[in-house]
């Protein structure tokens, strides 16, 4: 059974970094597209950043540029999103996302197949 699991939301104050993780079980990650989304109260889903399957190429929205880097490790099984110089618009529930296939960009929150249960982060001072 595929699954995602977030974790590593927490309250932090602007400009701080947290890192979330997103550890997948039931599929490889050579083979999946894995996508970082978010969601604010009252606002619609939006992408964050993803990384391609197979050749592990990174995207990010402009929002997020020089600030979150995505990464994964095969071995673990896990994706990563590190995210340094928050703002207090960065606030949100953050949710891993998968899919199959190939991307050239983020793709939008209705592309994607498997979604994990969303972790929380919140920029306050």
């Known amino acids: 059974q595929l699954q995602l699991v977030e974790s590593g939301g927490g309250l932090v104050q602007p400009g701080g970094s947290l890192r979330l993780s997103c550890e997948v079980s039931?599929?490889?990650?050579?083979?999946?597209?894995i996508g970082w989304f978010r969601q604010a109260p009252g606002k619609e889903r939006e992408g964050v950043s993803c990384?391609?399957?197979?050749?592990?190429?990174?995207y990010y929205v402009d929002s997020v540029k020089g600030r979150f880097t995505i990464s994964r490790d095969n071995a673990k099984n896990t994706v990563y999103l590190q995210m340094n110089s928050l703002k207090p618009e960065d606030t949100a529930v953050y949710y891993c996302?998968?899919?199959?296939?190939?991307?050239?960009?983020?793709?939008?929150?209705?592309?994607?197949?498997?979604w994990g249960n969303g972790t929380l982060v919140t920029v306050s001072s």
């Open positions: 996302a998968a899919r199959g296939g190939w991307v050239n960009g983020v793709p939008p929150h209705y592309d994607m197949e498997y």
């Open positions: 039931g599929f490889n990650l050579d083979y999946y597209v």
């Open positions: 990384i391609s399957s197979t050749l592990g190429i990174t």
